[in-house]
T-cell receptor, first 114, second 114 residues
């Protein structure tokens, strides 16, 4: 079975400061990793994904994430956040075999303050 | 481009009532799914379909039924609503099942069961 842990339920940060949202996963097989963002009263949108290749993945809106196999982590980073980045962020994992359904973490609410 | 459309946006039910949450997509996607989102628990998969006439259970299927008679529509039925089904429900679709097809989400249905 696969699981995803997002260690921080809320992350407050000031505008233009850097931010890191943490995600750890567990799986006995190879996985594919995703970050989704949910703005208020909307559905989720894909930010970025890691399938294979370079462990540093760049996504939309200036976000990037690094896959670390030895630490089973896929942390999301942005060097300078904007007020408009205030949203909930979900890490998700899909196994390489079988049904490949996405398993989501519990989410991290990023609150950017002026 | 409508994408994934969910109706209604809000619904209040009494215990024991039945209702159907509607989901339609206009992208000719093979794969459709239903998730529920609860505070602190992320999104959990209820049911999914890999094509017309084919459905399967997800992580939390009890109390819900689905059918897929057309490629476009994937309704979720609650036969006898319970307070534990109070949640936000998201429909999501992708071109096909698999890691390389990103999910497209609707804007959700907020259901309250009293």
């Amino acid at each position: 079975a696969q699981s995803v842990t997002q260690l921080d339920s809320q992350v407050p940060v000031f505008e233009e400061a850097p931010v890191e949202l943490r995600c750890n996963y567990s799986s006995s097989v190879s996985v594919y990793l995703f970050w989704y963002v949910q703005y208020p009263n909307q559905g989720l949108q894909l930010l970025l994904k890691y399938l294979s290749g370079s462990t540093l993945v760049k996504g939309i809106n200036g976000f990037e994430a690094e896959f670390n196999k030895s630490q089973t982590s896929f942390h999301l980073r942005k060097p300078s956040v904007h007020i408009s980045d205030t949203a909930e962020y979900f890490c998700a994992v899909s196994m390489d075999t079988g049904r490949r359904a996405l398993t989501f973490g519990s989410g991290t609410r990023l609150q950017v303050q002026p | 481009n409508a994408g994934v459309t969910q109706t209604p946006k809000f619904q209040v039910l009494k215990t024991g009532q039945s209702m159907t949450l509607q989901c339609a997509q206009d992208m000719n996607h093979e794969y459709m799914s239903w998730y529920r989102q609860d505070p602190g628990m992320g999104l959990r998969l209820i049911h999914y379909s890999v094509g017309a006439g084919i459905t399967d259970q997800g992580e939390v299927p009890n109390g819900y039924n689905v059918s897929r008679s057309t490629t476009e529509d994937f309704p979720l039925r609650l036969l006898s609503a319970a307070p534990s089904q109070t949640s936000v429900y998201f429909c999501a679709s992708s071109l096909r099942q698999g890691y390389n097809s990103p999910l497209h989400f609707g804007n959700g249905t907020r259901l309250t069961v009293t």
